[in-house]
């Protein structure tokens, strides 16, 4: 039997999936077939359809109504790649109408709407999964397996570093707004998320932050108004006991940056940015030195390493510490990856990979290195997931009801 799919929200992420789908196809990964796509705007579904039509060879039915979608046609499952102040009330429809969903990160706008979904999904007995891609690269896969083995030794500190993008919008406007979900939780929860795929469950944070660009300029120069805070400076604690060295810089200019390093009592592994492809760079501390392991020693550290099948299909290998890819053949793997893991998830009765619960974590811990600094203290996760007064979530809550 087929898996038939849905998926809502015909821009760049909508179209982005589909070149995912293809990948699939093209290794024999496919698990599923995609029937029908939504977006309010015609032309946007019109344009994906015609996309997946051509890619796919079967073209996909548009709609520009979800609830016209779903009545018309059995759907088992749904892509929701729709902006993000959009998820809850779309993917409470699927559940309702007996759809699994893989949503987009952020999982949600607000934490408040993340818990809600992800308890209407387990009441629904549905799967929900969050399509976080970045832990998915075969090179991530590589440094969680050296860290998991010991090469680092106990890891006790995390470096999560970056500063880019200038003054211009980062991909739309709308992610510089703070009703729609700002640039820093939409790029922070990336960055929590493949912390806690490295070293596990983070307890506590702390951070401060500035909005730098109260506009955004756009590629012919318009400017558009930016509310939300493009800088987070900040530190967790890991349960663990680790702690984390946390900088998002979205307004950089001069000097770009990414740092992601862990640093363990038996050395460092440094991890290039997402979606690249470069080496990993481990140093081990042998008898009081450092000592750089070549990256052609770094299988040898984990003998029984290997990549899912769907990973390995898709960039040539089971085993491997560097590729050569275009950044949009990258991309599209990574998205494929999710796609087969979320519907193979729905077919095995199993968790995806990254749940909603795991999605809702990652939006938790960027909620609190904001509202940390409103409140003047550390917050613990725990709380941002429980309390529902926390100043910088009402603020978006109060927005949004006036
Ligand atoms: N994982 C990643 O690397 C990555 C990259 C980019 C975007 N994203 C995520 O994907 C999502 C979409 O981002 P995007 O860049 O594609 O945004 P976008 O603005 O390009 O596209 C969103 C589309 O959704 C449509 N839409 C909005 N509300 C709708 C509704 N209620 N019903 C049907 N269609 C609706 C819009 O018309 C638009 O076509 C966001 O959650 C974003 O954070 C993830």
Not at 13 to 22: A, D, P, Q, S, T
Not at 86 to 106: I, Q, R, S, Y
Not at 136 to 163: E, F, W
Request: aromatic residues 6%; negative net charge; glycine residues 10%.
């Amino acid at each position: 039997m087929t898996f038939a799919m849905g998926l809502v929200g015909c821009g760049g992420m909508g179209r982005r999936h589909v070149l995912g789908m293809k990948k699939l196809q093209a290794v024999g990964h496919l698990n599923f077939d995609l029937v029908a796509v939504c977006d309010i705007f015609p032309a946007n579904g019109e344009k994906l359809a015609d996309q997946a039509g051509e890619l796919l060879g079967k073209r996909p039915q548009v709609f520009t109504d979800f609830e016209a979608m779903q009545r018309s046609m059995k759907l088992d499952g749904l892509i929701v790649t729709t902006t993000p102040e959009t998820h809850t009330d779309v993917a409470l429809k699927a559940f309702a109408a007996g759809m699994d969903v893989l949503a987009e990160k952020p999982i949600t706008l607000t934490v408040a709407e993340g818990v809600n979904l992800v308890q209407a999904a387990e009441q629904a007995g549905r799967v929900l999964a969050v399509a976080e891609n970045y832990r998915r690269d075969p090179i991530n896969r590589l440094g969680k397996a050296l860290v998991d083995s010991g090469a680092i030794g106990r890891p006790y500190l995390a470096t999560q570093a970056s500063s880019s993008s200038g003054e211009f919008v980062v991909i739309t406007p709308w992610r510089h707004r703070k009703d729609r979900g700002g640039i820093v939780i939409d790029m922070g929860v990336h960055y929590t998320d493949i912390l806690e795929f490295y070293l596990g469950p983070i307890e506590s944070v702390f951070g401060m932050s500035a909005i730098v660009d109260a506009e955004r300029k756009d590629a012919q120069g318009g400017l558009h108004p930016a509310d939300a805070e493009d800088l987070s400076v900040g530190v967790m604690r890991f349960s663990s006991g680790a702690l984390v060295n946390w900088l998002l810089n979205m307004a950089g200019r001069g000097e770009g940056l990414f740092s992601r390093v862990i640093y363990g009592t038996g050395g460092s592994l440094n991890i290039p940015g997402d979606r690249l492809g470069k080496p990993l760079g481990l140093v081990q501390r042998q008898a009081g030195k450092d000592v750089p392991i070549p990256v052609e020693e770094l299988l040898k550290l984990v003998p029984d390493f290997a990549l899912d099948a769907t990973t390995a299909a898709l960039f040539g290998s089971e085993r491997l510490t560097r590729y050569d890819l275009a950044w949009a053949d990258i991309d599209a793997n990574l998205l494929g990856i999710e796609q087969a893991d979320f519907v193979q998830a729905v077919i095995d009765h199993r968790q995806p990979e990254v749940t909603g619960a795991m999605g809702l974590r990652s939006l938790a811990l960027v909620f609190g290195l904001l509202e940390a600094e409103r409140l003047g203290r550390t917050v613990t996760l725990d709380e941002v997931l429980q309390r529902r007064d926390l100043p910088y979530e009402l603020d978006i809550v109060k927005g949004l009801q006036a």
